[in-house]
């Protein structure tokens, strides 16, 4: 049986299943009026998570907490994880060019190799 929606003269919306789509409408819940059918929305089963992108990776020694072993271990990880989608899916993998400059007044906005000097 199919879930259709159905909103009310009153303001509720709600789902119900139904035998096929020419059953009466159900009446509603709150106020016993008629209904309609109205459309459907849509929903999502799943959402793919790429996880945090290489600009989002630490660039420093202090960025993964002095050589913490946990969060090495972490992003060593993540950015493999990383990798593999960026192979199977180009599109995510972004800028890709080397970073020069990341500290002090690059902090913001990294240098990258083929970028005008400043």
């Not at 969060?71 to 990880?77: A, E, F, L, S």
């Not at 990798?83 to 002090?104: F, M, N, S, W």
Request: include cysteine; hydrophobic fraction near 30%; charge should be positive.
């Amino acid at each position: 049986m199919p879930i259709y929606d159905y909103a009310c003269e009153c303001g509720r919306r709600f789902e119900a299943l139904v035998p096929s789509s020419e059953s009466p409408a159900p009446p509603c819940d709150d106020c016993g009026n008629r209904t309609r059918r109205k459309p459907s929305a849509v929903r999502l089963g799943g959402v793919a998570d790429p996880g945090p992108s290489r600009d989002d990776a630490p660039k420093s020694w202090r960025g993964i907490g002095e050589g913490d072993r946990d969060t090495v271990r972490h992003w060593h990880t993540a950015m493999s994880k990383r990798e593999k989608l960026e192979q199977k899916y180009p599109e995510l993998a972004g800028d890709r060019r080397p970073v020069l400059a990341h500290e002090g007044r690059f902090a913001a906005a990294p240098l990258r190799a083929g970028d005008p000097a400043p």
